[in-house]
């Protein structure tokens, strides 16, 4: 063997049958192949190149000189198998060994068309040789077909777990539309006739493609041989310096430059086979195609193809085009057994049409396991049949029988015609799924549009094994799903949607499923125990609610269409969701967005049974049975439906009411959900369940024929007040605890669910900006209709009753689920027009934002919606100043004692404007109302912010009547003593003063107390603390004030008292579970480098694995159940650092041995961290909110609860724990509460 050089002037014919060796092959001129000599079908004329054929400007030609289809006798190209012992060619990659290279130049390859595909009529059973076809096929014996898999996977299964059942065999016999096999199948695959839905017919039985050709480029194996290395041969069409870096060879003038004007290439290969294809962990695709060049008029490789080939065996992606290559078609491929993409599509304007790919399987060597959702080193550990960047015409395309997704993309821009049509994907893991960065952009310069709206569509997905069509972190404003099908999938359609900034509320980001049709299961088809969503233990513990919740009242089997979860970025602790199969994409780990909605438009649901014979929910809608973040905002119009839709179909919810079956808590209770009592759940109840809410805006999802809201709430819907309730939900067991329905409201118990008519609902959400936000949780929240009081009992009276309670979201994320952080954002549906109570059963945050949402369905103006607030202040801030803030700009405060009426004021009504408010501050039988009134409007934001203020009291020589009509006189001699604008001035009390001695009512003198609120110069609408001058400002007045001694312009006054009431959130350093132990560390860095948190979590979990896993009683663990932060807000210098770490090992209660275990080895000097790092102190901790059983003293009880109120008034979990205390001395209660309730100025209960 030689290396053989064909210059340009020389040309080759090659037509004889025999085999035609080479070293390497350089072609600048002509082969051409032909069957001038070679007509028998069982001759082959191959040529086996060695190392390398390198076309650079020449003509490879196998056909006729006219380009009619190479017919007679067969051609087969064979890259041979490398001789790893050969370190000359020990490198497989392109321009290299084994490798065909076209540089530039034609290759003109056309083989005798094949039958590319036909589906089985009949079910073809394992053990059987026989297959039945639907069409007829011009298959010969001899030729290899591959059978897809038509058994569907349970939901979530593991790759490892997962059997792959397509199968490929060699033909033995043709019988007309039957086909005889020379082995029999091991698996039975489904046949059946074409079926209907919704008007359309679909072909689902399974596919068998002819993976045979009578022109073969291969690498010369067999099928069952072992690669080695798993290095097939690899076809390179093009060379950019830009991705193959150092691939030309000479001169650039020379070679390896990309194509051009100047030098071009033309790729026609029609009806070719490809075996053994690719090298595995390869950044390039088997045939892959960068930078051709072909059409000079659009400088783009129009004109150029792929068509009609079968790859078999393709090591990784069979076809990829990279972004350098626009206007190439590939169609009419079938791929079978590929490991990686079967089609990966980086450039644009290309055609893909008609290609099928059966088994796509994948494992990178970068990805630790398949299907990996995030990865921050490679985007590719998430496969597809077909990765398809926008901006390419996608029709007629099946993706059939893969552990990843059969269609993957970033999806379409909005405005543009949509170019995706008649599509198929089944029995994949997803049928489409839609994310951002499908692919490398370094390794692959895959493009990464920002399409801010975008939209897809064209699909037909069945029989998959989790969803149809599935968004994962959709980072776009609007997403649009139209002419899709979903059929059979355990999801058929979900969306998850991401902004990628901190949400504060300004964006609206909504999902739109339009035009489409939606089916639980294809006609006749029986249902499966085996396809029901699992109750599974994840590091965010859905195994709780999902066993409890689903499990406990009805399995979850088809879902149309699932709820659409919108999320935001929050910080780096709080990421991503990893995707399978440890993290679930369902169980978003980030936090609510406030502006999210859905509309569902034109959609067709039919073959919903509601209760399935495997007691088993088949609905058209589901909530997110594990969404532990509020449910958003779906509408619905112009829904059609089928005639197969069972009893209850339409809609099911899994609410979160009554019992939990087989779990009691502390006291060995029956537990029960929303027993905020509880120490273990209590602050971690889920708000989604019961914030369900579709607004069927025309009737037509309900068949009601008007506008009907479907509520899973079982309080919103009622008009008891709150004393029918309890903390502990106990009452909640029955549907009517709650008081009789309202009259437009019925119950549907097929839907566990209420449907309200005539009722313009709308959203309130709200959200804590306070110091303390993260680290107290102030819920249980209630909403309900009312005037903001309370009872006697500290509880709120919602007088209107429909009471909305919410819990707020879950942690997000590793560390804040060990820090126990969380966003303190709630959502409330209300109905425009009302006055409601806003209660919180802890202390209300100090700084509160408004927005009013979701009014758009009711096609309202915006200037006739609005809702009125009541909010009641309470605790240590209690007589702040609460200051309104109207899209950013402060307010003049409105602050009374009793009616406004009295003060030339107004009750705020609901379409006043934003801002508009009034703070009842009236004291009636010693009962402070101090009650917030404001009005909320759409398009609009509103801020409550407690300010400090200077609280002044004295005695006026005045009686009380006197005093009052002078009170304007008065307001005007106090703002000339103190050197103040009189607007700041407001008062908090004017009764019938007192005698000091005898402490009797004495007529001729007026008790009086007076705020002073801080100058609008000295405010910050931006900060939740007092700027310096603020502070400054107020001192100066309360200085001013106790300098009066006997007079105020014409007043006389004694007993002259100034304070400044600051504004104070207790904060705690350290909040973490209860019973689980942390270290305190002081770390200081000896190279003067900034504290890095990753950097941290990683040298802990390294040492904890590889040092202390291996001493007797511990195990290994992984990198998630390592938290490790810091609370210390700022460097003392650039060096060092206070770092307290919270090492929090999640997966079981062996997390306390290890955290003792690493305080031991650090007190022993060992170096857990860089060298660079310096721990200069430990302390070991242990965080506990429960004292034991039977303590009997007193002040031992009363330290507990005032340390946990204190450190919390934190919020339900700790505010609970002091609730349990007490409860267990009923004889002492009562003075404790008392004690609590004079320090906090609170109601007993809250406390």
């Known amino acids: 063997m030689e290396d053989i050089n064909i210059p340009f002037t020389d040309s080759i014919c090659l037509n004889e049958p025999r085999d035609y060796y080479v070293q390497n092959l350089l072609l600048e001129g002509k082969i051409e192949v032909n069957n001038t000599f070679c007509a028998n079908s069982n001759s082959k004329i191959r040529i086996i190149v060695m190392k390398k054929l390198h076309i650079r400007g020449g003509i490879l030609q196998v056909g006729n000189s006219s380009a009619e289809a190479f ?57 059987s040789k026989t297959l039945t076809l639907d069409r007829a096929v011009n298959w010969v014996v001899g030729d290899t077909v591959a059978v897809s898999m038509t058994r569907r996977e349970k939901i979530f299964t593991k790759s490892t777990q997962r059997v792959e059942e397509s199968e490929d065999h060699v033909i033995a ?55 080695p290395f798993g290095q097939g041969w690899n076809f390179a069409i093009g060379c950019t310096s830009g991705i193959y870096a150092g691939c030309a060879e000479g001169a650039n003038s020379l070679v390896g430059w990309p194509m051009g004007t100047l030098k071009t290439g033309t790729v026609h290969i029609e009806n070719v086979a490809f075996d053994d294809i690719g090298q595995e962990g390869a950044v390039h695709g088997a045939l892959e195609v960068d930078g051709l060049f072909t059409d000079l008029v659009t400088a783009s490789a129009k004109g150029s193809f792929v068509r009609g080939c079968a790859f078999n065996r393709a090591r990784n992606d069979a076809i990829s085009i990279r972004s350098t290559t626009a206007r190439m078609e590939i169609s009419n491929n079938v791929i079978f057994n590929v490991g990686g993409d079967g089609v990966r599509v980086a ?42 960047a926008s901006g390419n015409t996608v029709n007629n395309n099946i993706a059939s029988s893969g552990e990843g997704a059969g269609f993957l993309s970033e999806g379409e821009a909005c405005g543009m015609p949509l170019r995706w049509a008649n599509n198929t994907a089944h029995h994949n893991r997803d049928g489409f799924l839609i994310r951002d960065n499908i692919g490398e952009p370094v390794r692959w310069l895959w493009p990464t549009p920002s399409l801010s709206c975008r939209q897809v569509g064209g699909v037909l997905a069945h029989s998959n094994s989790d969803h149809g069509i599935v968004g994962f972190y959709v980072a776009a404003k609007e997403m649009t799903i139209t002419d899709v099908t979903a059929i059979s999938n355990h999801i058929g359609i979900a969306m998850l949607m991401y902004e990628d900034a901190v949400d504060v509320g300004e964006n609206q980001i909504e999902v739109i499923i339009q035009n489409s049709a939606v089916g639980g299961y294809w006609t006749g088809e029986a249902c499966n125990v085996e396809h029901a969503y699992p109750a599974r233990e994840t590091m965010v513990s859905s195994a709780e609610i999902v066993d409890k919740l689903v499990v406990a009242k009805a399995a979850a089997g088809h879902v149309g269409i699932m709820e659409t979860v919108f999320t935001h970025y929050r910080n780096a602790n709080v990421k991503k969701t990893k995707g399978e199969h440890k993290f679930m994409w369902v169980e978003a780990d980030s936090y609510a967005n406030v502006k999210g909605r859905a509309r569902i438009d034109n959609v067709f649901f039919d073959n919903f049974r509601g209760t399935n014979g495997c007691g088993q929910k088949e609905v058209a809608f589901s909530q997110n049975f594990v969404s532990n973040d509020t449910f958003h905002h ?120 209420h449907k309200c008519t005539d009722i313009k609902y709308i959203s309130v959400s709200m959200e804590s900006y306070a110091d303390d936000a993260l680290t107290r949780r102030p819920g249980p929240i209630v909403m309900c209709k009312g005037d903001g009081m309370i009872n006697e009992a500290g509880r709120p ?122 703070h009842d501050k009236a004291i009636n039988n010693g009962i402070e109302r101090n009650i917030m009134i404001f009005t909320l409007r759409p398009v609009s934001t509103l801020e409550l912010k407690q300010e400090p203020i200077v609280f002044i009291t004295m005695d006026v020589s005045m009686n009380e009547d006197d005093f009052f009509n002078q009170k304007d006189t008065f307001v005007a001699a106090m703002a000339n003593v103190l050197g103040i604008d009189p607007a700041r001035i407001r008062f908090a009390k004017i009764v019938a003063g007192t005698s000091s001695s005898a402490r009797r009512l004495t007529a001729d003198t007026t008790s009086i107390a007076v705020e002073v609120e801080a100058s609008n110069a000295t405010m910050s609408a931006g900060a939740s603390r007092p700027v310096n001058s603020l502070s400054t400002d107020l001192k100066t007045v309360a200085t001013k004030a106790n300098a009066i001694t006997t007079s105020v312009g014409s007043f006389t006054v004694s007993g002259v008292s100034a304070s400044v009431q600051d504004v104070k959130a207790e904060t705690k350093d350290i909040v973490v579970s209860n019973d689980f132990d942390y270290l305190i560390v002081n770390v200081s860095r000896t190279d003067g480098g900034l504290y890095d948190n990753n950097e941290i979590n990683e040298a802990l979990f390294n040492y904890t694995n590889n040092v202390i896993r291996n001493e007797v009683g511990f195990r290994a663990i992984t990198d998630d159940e390592v938290a490790a932060t810091n609370v210390a807000p700022y460097w003392s210098d650039n060096k060092t650092r206070a770092v307290w770490g919270y090492f929090i090992f999640e997966a079981d209660r062996t997390s306390n041995r290890f955290v003792a275990r690493l305080y031991e080895h650090i007190k022993s000097g060992h170096q857990i961290l860089p060298s660079y790092y310096i721990i200069t102190d430990v302390e070991f901790k242990r965080q506990v909110y429960f004292t034991a059983e039977g303590a009997d003293d007193l002040q031992t009880i009363f330290i507990v609860i005032i340390v946990i109120g204190v450190v919390l008034l934190v919020g339900a979990a700790v505010i609970t724990a002091a609730v349990v205390i007490y409860r267990r001395r009923a004889a002492q209660k009562r003075t404790i509460r008392k004690e609590i309730y004079e320090k906090h100025n609170s109601p007993m209960d809250e406390i």
Not at 809 to 827: H, I, N, Q, S, W
């Open 634 to 753: 779906h509408t619905f119009a112009n829904i059609h439906w089928g005639s197969s839709i069972g009893d209850g179909g339409e809609f099911f919810a899994w609410n979160t009411y009554g019992d939990i079956k087989g779990r009691t808590h502390h006291e060995g209770k029956q537990l029960t959900w929303l027993n905020f009592d509880d120490e273990k759940f209590g602050a971690y109840w889920p708000d989604a369940p019961n914030k369900v809410w579709l607004a069927d805006t025309d009737g037509s999802f309900s068949r009601t024929n008007k506008l009907t809201h479907i509520l899973s709430s079982q309080t919103l819907t009622r008009l008891g007040t709150f004393d029918r309730l309890s903390w502990d939900g106990s009452e909640l067991n029955s549907v009517n605890a709650a008081g009789d329905l309202r009259t437009e409201c019925t119950f549907e118990s097929k839907w566990n669910a």
């Open 347 to 388: 450039g644009n304007n290309n055609n893909i049409d008609g290609n099928i790919v059966v088994r796509h399987d994948f494992l990178r060597p970068s990805c630790d396991f398949n299907y990996k959702f995030i990865d921050f080193t490679n985007l590719d550990c998430v496969g597809g049949a077909f990765r398809i």
């Open 173 to 227: 016999a043709i019988n007309g539309l039957t086909i005889t096999l020379e082995t029999a199948l091991t698996y039975t695959h489904d046949g059946a006739a074409a079926s209907t839905f919704n008007g359309r017919t679909y072909s689902i039985g399974a596919e068998v493609i002819c993976l045979s050709r009578n022109i073969k480029f291969g690498g010369g194996h067999k099928k069952g041989d072992v690669l």
């Open 797 to 918: 009276l919602c007088q209107g009753g429909e009471i909305d309670i919410v819990s707020g979201p879950y942690m997000k994320g590793k560390v804040e689920r060990a820090t126990l952080d969380r966003l303190p954002r709630f959502r409330f549906n209300v109905e425009a027009g009302h006055n409601y109570t806003l209660y919180f059963r802890g202390q209300p945050p100090t700084w509160l934002k408004f927005w009013l949402t979701n009014y758009e369905y009711t096609g309202m103006s915006p200037a006739d919606i609005g809702v009125v607030l009541h909010l009641r202040y309470f605790g240590l801030n209690a007589k702040c100043r609460s200051a309104v803030y109207a899209n950013g700009v402060r307010q003049h405060s409105d602050v009374g004692i009793g009616s406004p009426y009295q003060w030339g004021l107004t009750y705020p009504m609901p379409t006043d404007a934003v801002g508009k408010h009034y």
């Open 71 to 127: 017919t007679g006798c067969g051609f087969e190209l064979v890259l041979a198998q490398t001789d790893f012992a050969d370190m000359d060619s020990n490198t497989v990659r392109p321009w290299n060994a084994r490798t065909l290279i076209m540089e530039s130049g034609i290759i003109e390859v056309k083989g005798a068309p094949k039958t590319t595909m036909a589906t089985l009529a009949q079910t073809a059973v394992a053990g």
